[in-house]
């Protein structure tokens, strides 16, 4: 094992590759050897992140629409790894949470998800691939005020091993349940519902991890990194949380 977590030879596909835990992702891989295509809604963001590595591309994909997935898979002529990670998040109980939020966020996180993988699996079973699910602590506990999100997380969590018994000689299919990580997407929750007070649900957000911080985007990749290589060769089926502590409290 003289060069661990090597990529040389695997071509990468990320979900909302162009910013947080996905650009992360693209950037470790890229970085281990891997031919990366950067799938993201964010057409500019997916090719100024490709630009800057080395065998990258970008290509505009909406997970939650049929024909943009198909397109977006049609452009590779093999694939060892798809990473789904693009996903959205919704603030709210069940009274809060209203049809269209629950259904919007299944139609990305959960259905996205589904179209994803199975537009990618004929070219991951060719290939003896690995899909890497990001899911969240959310899909392993319950969060308040966060009923849709959580319901979907779960989903991919129980996606992710009926996956890895169907085509447990087939593939590799692990999930990855990162707690609050340090993203745009953190920002975006932070202006959108706490514009005026920041900084102090920042200090929350950092606190409910036991480790008093939150996550880094590199060290959510650093994980994805390992599953995706040959190292992680008899792990299928994991649903590793990488949360600081939480869900050990």
Known sequence: MNHPFRLEGKTACVTGGASGIGEAICRAFAAAGATV?????NAPAAERLAAELPQARAVVCDITQPDSVARAISTLSRLDILVNNAGIGLVGSIEETSQEDFERLFRVNVEGTFLMTKAAL????????????????AGLVGVKRRYAYCATKGAVVAMTRQLAVEYATELRVNCICPGTVDTPFVEAYLEKYHKHEKEAV?????????????????EIAALALYLASDQAAFMTGSIIAIDGGWTAA
């Open 37 to 41: 295509c950067i799938a993201d809604l």
């Open 122 to 137: 004929p070219l991951l079973l060719a290939s003896r691939g690995s899909i890497i699910n990001i899911g969240s602590v």
């Open 202 to 218: 920042r200090a929350q957000l950092n606190a409910r991890q036991p480790m008093g911080r939150l996550g880094k985007a590199e």
